[in-house]
């Protein structure tokens, strides 16, 4: 197992160097923004499901 | 030989300059051919591949040259195109913006309005950005890379605004990837939903429970949104405000000839210059590269991980719930409005023809235009942080 980890960073990094992609560091960088954006746009659908849903109420009222 | 030489002087000074270019200014005369072949038999977003796919043909013509790092054109179209690009999409993304007005004004947000908990669908139908944003930076540096997963919102401008914003140098492959998977959304979208959905799951009925919507609710609703997206992610507020201008127009009932001008005229003028000036950046030295194939490979895990979040998130609410709901119609919320919503109602029909699920998936479809404008806002947010 540690053999295979071993072969599977070395290829990884052997890409990321001959390609000059950001590589692993760039995905570490994005790894939060990912967390965010999804907590992120779960939070502001939620705000305005509950705006609507409270104009609904209102408007079902009068 | 003079008159041969005068007539191709443009041909033979671009070959003395590069004698490989005009290889490649052929092979995009072939994309270009491509794009217009797609539009015109297989009707695929013909208002844009059509412009693209010919503006693509005029700014490859020779008389170009690259002379130390720069420009060189001698091709009259080239520049006209250069400036439209320059005041239309390079200065305050001015394009996009204006389409926005013409699609708010066609939005009809009330099936959303009479179902507010779709836009959990039209949330989750983002996932695909946010993942493709994490797989794209393995490849591509965080501006590109978050340009790159902003495809995945199935929405032209949105992605055009983002890219620009940040100053992404693969716009032209961007949008090409953009608009091409939205016209594929009818071929990519039904195998995803196959793939995750069983029979049972897709005859599941759904019935209209929908209360009719007040108006003062349709007029609030656009302002009370661009309020919350700009407190939440300025940067997408001119986005959305655009967006929710146009809407204003249509639902104020005072204004109906604005609005269905902005419908019809504005964005039909709009849409016709967009195209053939997101074509101006469709120049082979620019587009010929590998990252072209690698940009439209990630658009459409992109595309495929936004269809499956819909579909997945709609199927865990029905863990929960006692009326349950169609996992398909959390497909409708990747925007590209109607046409996600309408293969949704295709696909119920052929699995049981009295299953209208139209106006349920149209709400989610709806859900997902605004959705993808908050997904861009955000992501532009943590770019600028």
């Known amino acids: 197992m540690n053999f295979l980890t071993t072969v599977a960073t070395d290829v990884v990094n052997t890409v990321t160097e001959s390609t000059g992609f950001p590589g692993l560091d760039g995905v570490m960088k994005a790894l939060p923004y990912m967390g965010y954006g999804m907590v992120g746009i779960f939070f502001v659908t939620g705000v305005i499901i509950l705006t609507v849903s409270l104009l609904n109420k209102a408007g079902s009222k009068k | 030989m003079q008159l041969i030489e005068a007539l191709f002087k443009p041909i033979i000074e671009q070959m003395e300059a590069d004698p490989t270019l005009i290889l490649k200014q052929m092979a995009m005369w072939i994309i270009g051919g491509i794009l217009i072949y797609l539009a015109i038999k297989k009707d695929m977003e013909p208002t844009l591949l059509l ?8 700014v490859n013509l020779p008389g170009i040259a690259e002379v130390g790092g720069e420009t060189v054109a001698q091709n009259g179209a080239f520049h006209t195109l250069e400036r439209l690009f320059s005041i239309g999409i390079d200065n305050g993304e001015l394009m996009p913006l204006i389409l926005f007005i013409g699609i708010g004004a066609m939005i009809d947000f009330g099936p959303l309005l009479r ?9 989750a139908a983002q996932f695909g950005i946010f993942f493709t944003l994490c797989l794209s930076a393995y490849f591509f540096d965080l501006n590109d890379a978050a340009s790159i997963a902003i495809i995945g919102a199935a929405d032209g401008p949105t992605a055009i605004f983002v890219a620009q914003t940040l100053n992404s140098k693969y716009i032209a492959p961007i949008m090409v990837a953009a608009y091409s998977y939205m016209a594929l959304v009818p071929l990519i979208q039904p195998v995803v ?5 069983t029979k049972k799951e897709r005859l599941i009925r759904m019935e209209d429970n929908g209360k009719p919507v007040s108006k003062t609710t349709r007029i609030l609703f656009p302002i009370i949104v661009t309020i919350l997206v700009g407190f939440v992610a300025p940067d997408a507020v001119s986005l959305i405000g655009f967006l929710m201008f146009g809407n204003l127009i249509r639902e104020c009932g005072v204004l109906d000839s604005l609005s269905e001008t902005a419908q019809k005229v504005l964005a039909n003028l709009v849409t016709i210059f967009l195209g053939i000036t997101i074509a101006f950046q469709m120049r082979a030295s620019e587009f010929l590269q590998w990252e072209t194939l690698l940009i439209m490979g990630l658009g459409l895990f992109a595309f495929v991980f936004d269809t499956f979040g819909g579909v997945m998130i709609a199927k865990l609410m029905n863990l929960f719930l006692k009326k349950k709901i169609n996992p398909m119609i959390g497909a409708a919320g990747i925007s590209a409005f109607p046409m996600a919503g309408r293969v949704v109602n295709k696909m119920g029909l052929a699995e049981d023809d009295q299953n209208f699920l139209l106006m349920h998936a149209i709400g989610v479809n709806v859900s997902g235009q605004v959705a993808s404008v908050i997904a861009g806002g955000l992501i532009l947010s943590f770019m600028a942080g």
């Open chain 2, 51 to 58: 412009p693209m796919g010919f503006g693509a043909i005029l």
């Open chain 2, 115 to 123: 179902n507010p908990k779709y836009m959990i669908f039209g949330a």
């Open chain 2, 193 to 197: 939903i196959k793939a995750c959905t």
